[in-house]
């Protein structure tokens, strides 16, 4: 598809360019046609006159030799144009390739996003669809393996509905669907989101900054989730500033993250493939849709991390957006 697309590319630029040639060509041409006419009808004058005084007769050009130069201006404007043809379709190749490299790139990411999702969602439905057959089919179902079974088939459907939320929350954002609603906003108004949890430590700070409050909130969901997700001990959230940014820190003492990997773990659907992290429940999304946040607010997100160890996220935003 990319293939002929870039072809059909190239034959435009092919065609402007020799347009172009072409027309300058045809000016040329006419030019010295126009001079070498003019050329000869001033020797004809010059030779009427030299006749008329009797003075000896300048040299006069030969029509035959006119016309030749004609033809011979002709097969070199000809060459020329061959050879812009050729300088151009080759040219004209390589920008197609160019112009099309971003948006290939583009199709083959929605492409592997859309064969990703799908997946995603299939697994789960399938598990969930053979589990109600099975139960469904038993004449000896009992009434708690009958609760049972539905208690387990309300938390799949609430864990499709998490990946459904995660999916139009990037589908949105990569469409810049959502207009940041920019507030200021003081770091404390987010203590309430944790208080009720014993193992997120809070440290409160006066720091305030420009922010659509809803994204923030989403982004610190998500961080410490995740650190919660992948450690046992406490979870500190803490905020300060320089200058320009507030930099808010999500730091947990869990099982950390390679190096290696740490540039991997914001693309969409990537998960950490350790054995422990194996057992976390988790659609590898978060961490996309942490990053577009960020992106939007035009500010960072630096992650430090020692396996065994812990990680430390720490977002850096503009105080003023
Ligand atoms: P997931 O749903 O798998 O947590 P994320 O996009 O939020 O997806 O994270 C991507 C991967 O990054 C995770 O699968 C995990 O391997 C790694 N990761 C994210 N946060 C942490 C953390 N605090 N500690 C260790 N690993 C983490």
């Not at 197609?96 to 583009?106: Q, V």
């Not at 940041?180 to 193992?199: A, D, G, P, V």
Request: charged share 25%; net charge positive.
């Amino acid at each position: 598809m990319f293939e002929s697309a870039r072809i059909k590319l190239t034959a435009w630029y092919c065609l402007i360019i020799m347009a172009i040639s072409l027309a300058f060509s045809l000016t040329i041409y006419q030019m010295m046609n126009v001079e070498l006419q003019r050329f000869a009808r001033n020797q004809r004058f010059r030779l009427e006159r030299k006749v008329e005084f009797k003075l000896p007769p300048p040299p006069v050009i030969d029509p035959e030799v006119l016309a030749e130069t004609q033809q011979r201006i002709i097969v070199v404007l000809l060459g020329v144009n061959g050879i812009i043809l050729v300088f151009s379709a080759t040219l004209g190749y390589f920008l197609a390739g160019r112009t099309l490299s971003p948006i290939k790139k583009m199709v083959e990411e929605q492409k592997r996003f859309i064969d990703d999702a799908s997946h995603e969602i299939r697994t789960p439905l399938t598990a969930l669809k053979t589990n109600l057959e099975v139960n469904l089919r038993d004449p000896n179902l009992k009434l708690n393996e009958a609760k049972k079974v539905i208690t387990e088939s309300v938390e799949e459907t609430n864990k499709l509905i998490l990946l459904s939320n995660y999916l139009l929350n990037l589908s949105r954002l990569d469409q810049n669907k959502i207009k940041l609603q920019l507030e200021t906003i003081k770091f404390n108004q987010f203590k309430s989101l944790f208080s009720k949890n014993q193992r997120i430590k809070f440290i409160s700070s006066i720091v305030s900054f420009t922010a659509d409050k809803s994204q923030i909130q989403e982004l610190l969901t998500i961080l410490v989730d995740n650190a919660l997700k992948y450690s046992q001990k406490t979870v500190k959230v803490w905020a300060k500033t320089n200058s320009k940014n507030i930099i808010i820190h999500v730091k947990d003492y869990g099982i950390g993250i390679d190096q290696k990997e740490i540039p991997h773990i914001f693309e969409r659907f990537y998960r950490v493939d350790s054995s422990r992290n194996k057992t976390v429940a988790g659609y590898g999304l978060g961490l996309s849709i942490a990053r577009q946040i960020v992106d939007l607010h035009h500010g960072q997100i630096v992650v430090k991390s020692q396996l065994n160890r812990g990680t430390d996220f720490q977002v850096h935003l503009p105080i003023k957006n």
